[in-house]
Each structure stands twice: as C-alpha cells, then as structure tokens.
C-alpha cells in the first residue's frame, strides 16, 4: 500500500478542477485491502474511488475525502489470458490499468471489444463503474468476473448475476456503503491485429473529427435522453456561447465542458455548476426535456 498526503484533485482530473484531499491510498496487492479498515479509521474523511479522473467534477478547497485508487499506478503490469474458447480469450486486468494501455494491449494481441474506448483518459475500474462506453461498445457488458471491495463485505470475487447495467449505469445488486473495483476478467473476442487497429484507427479518426479530445474536459456532461441526442439538444439551446469564468461548452461538441485553463481567471467549482445548470434549463425551457448528467460530482 502506498499513502499519499493532500493530493490535488486538479491534478489528478482531467477537468483539472478541484481542491486538496486528505489522503490518496494505492491497494496494490490483496493484503493491502485487509489493511484499509484501519488506514480509513486512522485518517478519517469520505472514501472515494478515483481512476483516471475522466469523468468527475470536483469541488475546490480543503475536501474531506480519501481517494482510493486500485493497483499499482506507475508500473507497466500487462493484463493476462486466463482461458480462452473458441471465439474468444478471457483477459484479467487490474482495475488501474489506463484505458490507453489496454486498448493497445489488446491490439498487439489481435482481440477486439475495447476499440470503441480508444483515446478515452480513463482507468478500467471506472470504466466498468459507470459502464463507460463509445462506438458501438461497452464496458460492463465485456466483464466475466471481477474482485470488488465493500466496506460490508470486504474483497469478493463475484460474477455477473451480482451486477446490473444499462446504458452508463452499473451498479451492485447487494446494497453497500461504497465499492471499489480491484481487477477484471474480460471476454474479448478473437480478431487480428490488423482489424483491432484499423477500428481503432476509425473510432480516433471519428472521435478527433467531433470532441474536443486535446482541452481541458471531463467527456460528456449529460447522458443521452432516449431516442435523443444531448449534445444536439445543448447545441439548439445556444449552450456554446456561454461562459462563465474560466468554463465553456466545447464549439466542437455542446456537451462538453471545457476548462480554459489559460485564459488568465482561475477555473472554480461554482463557476462549473452554475454553467452545467443554466444549460440544462436552457434545454427544459425549450424542449422540456430534463438533462441528467452523466459526469460524477463531488461536492
Ligand atoms: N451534435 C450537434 N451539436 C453538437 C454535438 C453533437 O448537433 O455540438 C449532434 C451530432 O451532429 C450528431 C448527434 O448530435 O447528430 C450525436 O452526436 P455524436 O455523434 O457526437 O454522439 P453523442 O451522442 O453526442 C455519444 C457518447 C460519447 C461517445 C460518442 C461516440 C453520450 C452522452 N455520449 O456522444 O461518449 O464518445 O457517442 O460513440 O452517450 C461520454 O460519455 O463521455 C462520451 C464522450
């Protein structure tokens, strides 16, 4: 286990928002989740799980909260075949593998389900939890089995029939406190390298075309209303020519948020807010359709 003191959410989101927690807590082995009763007790605050920091919005100053982060951060531990079928090769990876690193794992290895993710910030463990998803893919679905924590339950191995998920909603059918998500097993299906990469090469191509992937985002602030587009709907309602302090929506794509970080006024969490929501009456005053944000808020 490794114990970080007051780490910078800012630093640690790709929104580049959010203030000073009290502690950051790696679990790199098994033995280290028997340990983190104790640890929470000791430093006390809210446990959070953070992975990549892709899709949080966090709030500034001095936070009550303890970040738990699954797996060992810096080394470059490669997933593993743990079986395979006819059609398809079962895949362990540990949660805190970056999405980067897995897609192109799986693009040496010729197995394909994860090219939708390609160019997504991510960490797997956080994309398993909010069912992350993009070009005809996503995660949830993928897993066979996974190691999560509860503070109830402690580590378990557990298998899809104790999960549900729907579009960008996963969740524990058990009730508990909070999760956090140690390793996966994923069933990807046998392909080629060839085709994994050209698919890849499609959805980067398509993605760069349509977001704004080289600023300052957290992706799309609002999940799709069914049958319905939200960034279309963000569009229509004039949401890119708001701003607010350091925050705007993205001229390539209304449903993001982007941080301008250079723009000379810090970036606060108010300022986030209060443009996340004058958008989303913007959209009910028009078409009468409430938003519901898909970015996770800690406040
Ligand atoms: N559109 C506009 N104006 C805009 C943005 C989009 O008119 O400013 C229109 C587009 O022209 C298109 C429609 O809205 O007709 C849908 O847009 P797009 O194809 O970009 O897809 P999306 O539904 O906005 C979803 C996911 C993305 C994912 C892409 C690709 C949600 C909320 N978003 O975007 O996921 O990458 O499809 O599969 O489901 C995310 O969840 O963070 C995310 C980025």
New binding site residues.
């Given amino acids: 286990m490794k114990i970080l003191e007051g780490p910078h959410l800012s630093q640690l989101t790709t929104l580049r928002l959010g203030g000073t927690a009290i502690a950051e807590i790696r679990l790199e082995c098994a033995d280290d989740y028997g340990a983190l009763p104790d640890v929470i007790r000791r430093f006390g605050g809210i446990p959070h799980a953070l992975g990549g920091g892709?899709?949080l919005l966090v709030r500034d100053g001095d936070l009550p909260f303890l970040l738990l982060r699954p797996g060992r951060q810096a080394d470059g531990s490669e997933p593993q075949r743990t079986g395979e079928d006819q059609e398809a090769a079962f895949v362990r990876a540990d949660a805190g593998i970056p999405l980067p690193r897995l897609v192109s794992w799986c693009a040496r290895m010729g197995l394909s389900g994860l090219e939708?993710l390609a160019g997504?910030p991510g960490h797997l463990g956080g994309a398993i939890a909010?069912n992350?998803?993009?070009?005809?893919?996503s995660t949830a679905p993928l897993v066979t089995r996974l190691a999560a924590y509860t503070p109830e339950q402690g580590l378990r191995i557990l298998g899809p029939s104790a999960w549900e998920c729907s579009?960008?909603h996963f969740s524990f059918l058990e009730p508990c406190s909070w999760s956090l998500i140690a390793w996966a097993e994923l069933r990807l299906v046998k392909s080629t390298p060839d085709a994994v990469r050209s698919a890849i090469h499609a959805?980067l191509t398509?993605?760069k075309q349509?977001?704004p992937i080289t600023e300052n985002t957290?992706?799309?602030?609002?999940?799709?209303p069914e049958q319905n587009?939200?960034?279309?709907?963000?569009?229509?309602a004039g949401v890119?020519d708001l701003r607010k302090g350091a925050f705007h929506?993205?001229?390539?794509?209304?449903?993001?948020l982007v941080h301008d970080t250079g723009c000379g006024v810090p970036g606060t969490f108010e300022d986030a807010i209060s443009l996340i929501q004058a958008a989303q009456e913007r959209v009910h005053g028009l078409f009468g359709i409430e938003l519901e944000r898909?970015?996770i808020v800690w406040a």
Avoid: T
Wanted: a positive charge; hydrophobic letters at 35%.
């Fill in positions: 892709s899709n939708g997504v909010m992350a998803g993009a070009y005809g893919c579009y960008r959805n398509q993605k349509s977001q957290a992706g799309c602030i609002f999940k799709n587009s939200a960034g279309r709907l963000l569009d229509a890119k929506f993205s001229r390539k794509h209304a449903n993001f898909e970015v």
